[in-house]
Every structure is written in structure tokens, then in C-alpha cells.
């Protein structure tokens, strides 16, 4: 059973990385996408979306991080992938799911979803591009209107050379509504031979085994759910290991982890990111944390940097951390 962090643009960055996989339980991360167009990117971007570069692909904790790219066009697709390749990443994730309609329009993300050949086609400019020994996966969601084509997609990853394919449980049209159709995803088990991982809605324990039994699936990528319930992946493998209900991460537990991702926040961002990035990360764990939403109404409307480090350093001291 693997354990994968996802990809969120905006929100698991490599900041929150660090972060979630200092509380553990994660296997492997996969990294915001990088957009591919017309250029060959320099190093100094690769290294802005994953810093864990300079440490052997690892964060801190040592987890490994794959490097997602997005693009359509095979020949630039791989041109970057050989660049990428020669920094040492973990493998090479191509991303066949976002739903923006930016990146839609351009003909990446999911809207390549609608050309099995194309998609094929760059995998395979990929992977050829690529020394044999590093991985390459695919992300992919159910279809983009609907999902007349999710076996064919999936058929033409495996036949590009993907080794690995996530499933996030959901067609672009339904972009991130509830619920995941995790019931679609022995289609596309069946259509290939490689390894499948489900991805979707997966918020709590319960979500991991009902998703695990619906789907076939033993591998999981956590979302938001990890994002809400940092304990989540340790509370799945205690599930699993027969001791449901001992590996909570409790508030106090993770008062220390908040503290440093704020530090983090400060260290590694801009001053304008800064305050945000702390709001949108209480908001989700309201989810999962009564003290969460406290927190979080008290520093919804403050901007000051030094005022919010010094409620920072309060919050600490109250929980003993």
C-alpha cells in the first residue's frame, strides 16, 4: 500500500509539503504542475517549484518528490523533461487533469483527455527523452465532458511508457464536486497493466477503505483530505495495521507544525503571499479541528506580519509547544 501527497496549485506547494510530510505517513509527493509551452526552461525554474532538488528530490523528512510538467506539445514536452531530468528528480509525473480553463484552452491539463493519440504521443516523446532508470507516471481524470475515452487515455499512457497512473475519481465538468466516482475506476484497472492509483475525495479513514474497496485500488493520493486532516495518512496505516484510532494527530500536536509552516511562510514567500497562505491552510483544517476555527476567526482579517507571528508564538506557548 503507497501513500502519494497531491498536486495542488496554489495550495500544496512545496512549503505545505515540508510540512505534511514532517507529521508523516506520506510515501512519495508529486509537485504543482510546471506549465510547458513554446520555451525550454531554465534550471532556476524547475528549482523554484521544487527546492527539494537540491536535496536528492527529498523533502526535509525525506520523502520523495516527483516533478509534475503540463503541455501538449510532444517536442517541448521533452525537450524540458531531458532538462529537468539532468537536476535529479524522483521521476517525472505528466499531468492530464486540470481543469482550468486557462490551461484547458491551450489544450493541456484535461482537455487532452479528448486525444488518446496525442497523448500518447507525449508520453512517449517523454520517456524517451528520459534516462530508462527514472520513472515517469500520468495523472489523469475520468474524461472531460464525460468518460466515453478514459479507457482509451488510459491505454495510451501505459503505451507511451507510463509506469504509474493516478485516477482522480471525476471529469473535468465535474471539476472538484462531490462525489468522486471511485466505481469508474475498475474500468480503467481493467484496461491496463500498470499500476493504478485513486485519488478523490478521500477525507477520512473510512473515505480510504470504502475508496479502496470500490475502486481495487491499494494505492491512494491524498488531496484536500491530507490538506484538513494532517494525521490522515499516519490514521490510515493504523487502520491498516489493525490499531484503528491510535495514531491521531491531535491539535496540540499540531500547533508545532503550523508554527513552522508560517516561519516557512515568511522564509520562502512573498510579503503579499504571506498572511493568505496561513488563512487558506486554517480554513481547510476547520474541517477536521474545532480549535482550527478559532484560530482561524481570529486571524481571518489580520494582514501585519510581526502581529501575526506574535499570535503565532501565543498559540505555542498555550499548547506547551
Not at 503541455?71 to 525537450?79: F, K, T
Not at 529537468?84 to 517525472?92: D, H
Not at 496540540?252 to 491552510?281: I, S, T
Request: charged share 25%; glycine share 8%.
Amino acid at each position: 500500500m503507497t501513500l502519494l501527497l497531491a498536486p495542488m496549485e496554489g495550495l500544496l506547494d512545496f512549503v505545505l509539503r515540508d510540512v505534511l510530510t514532517r507529521v508523516g505517513g506520506v510515501d512519495r509527493c508529486v509537485s504543482e504542475f510546471i506549465r510547458i509551452t513554446g520555451t525550454l526552461l531554465p534550471d532556476k525554474v524547475f528549482l523554484r517549484y521544487i527546492p527539494e532538488l537540491k536535496h536528492g528530490s527529498r523533502t526535509l523528512a525525506g520523502v520523495p518528490v516527483r516533478a509534475q510538467l503540463l503541455g501538449s506539445d510532444p517536442v517541448s514536452m521533452a525537450e524540458n523533461a531531458a532538462r529537468l531530468a539532468a537536476l535529479g528528480p524522483e521521476g517525472i509525473d505528466l499531468n492530464f487533469g486540470c481543469p482550468a480553463k486557462v490551461v484547458n484552452r491551450h489544450g493541456g491539463g484535461a482537455a487532452l483527455l479528448q486525444e488518446p493519440e496525442r497523448i500518447a504521443a507525449v508520453v512517449g516523446a517523454v520517456r524517451r527523452a528520459v534516462p530508462a532508470h527514472l520513472p515517469v507516471s500520468a495523472k489523469m481524470r475520468l474524461g472531460f465532458n464525460d468518460t466515453a475515452l478514459m479507457r482509451e487515455c488510459a491505454q495510451a499512457m501505459q503505451a507511451g511508457g507510463a509506469a504509474e497512473l493516478v485516477v482522480h475519481a471525476r471529469t473535468k465538468a465535474d471539476g472538484y464536486r462531490p462525489p468522486a466516482y471511485w466505481e469508474q475506476i475498475p474500468n480503467i484497472r481493467a484496461a491496463v497493466a500498470i499500476p493504478v492509483v485513486a485519488n478523490g475525495e478521500i477525507w477520512t479513514v473510512a473515505d480510504a477503505q470504502r475508496c479502496r474497496a470500490v475502486s481495487g485500488c491499494d494505492h491512494l493520493m491524498l488531496g484536500r483530505g491530507m490538506v484538513a486532516d494532517p494525521g490522515l495518512a499516519r490514521a490510515i496505516r493504523a487502520s491498516d495495521e489493525g490499531r484503528p484510532g491510535t495514531d491521531v494527530v491531535a491539535w496540540a500536536d499540531l500547533v508545532p507544525h503550523l508554527a513552522m509552516f508560517w516561519q516557512l511562510v515568511c522564509d520562502d514567500l512573498e510579503p503579499r503571499q504571506r498572511a493568505g497562505r496561513l488563512k487558506q491552510w486554517l480554513n481547510l483544517l476547520r474541517r477536521r479541528y474545532g480549535e482550527a476555527e478559532d484560530a482561524y476567526q481570529h486571524v481571518r482579517t489580520m494582514t501585519d506580519q510581526r502581529a501575526i507571528s506574535l499570535w503565532v508564538d501565543d498559540l505555542q506557548q498555550r499548547h506547551g509547544a
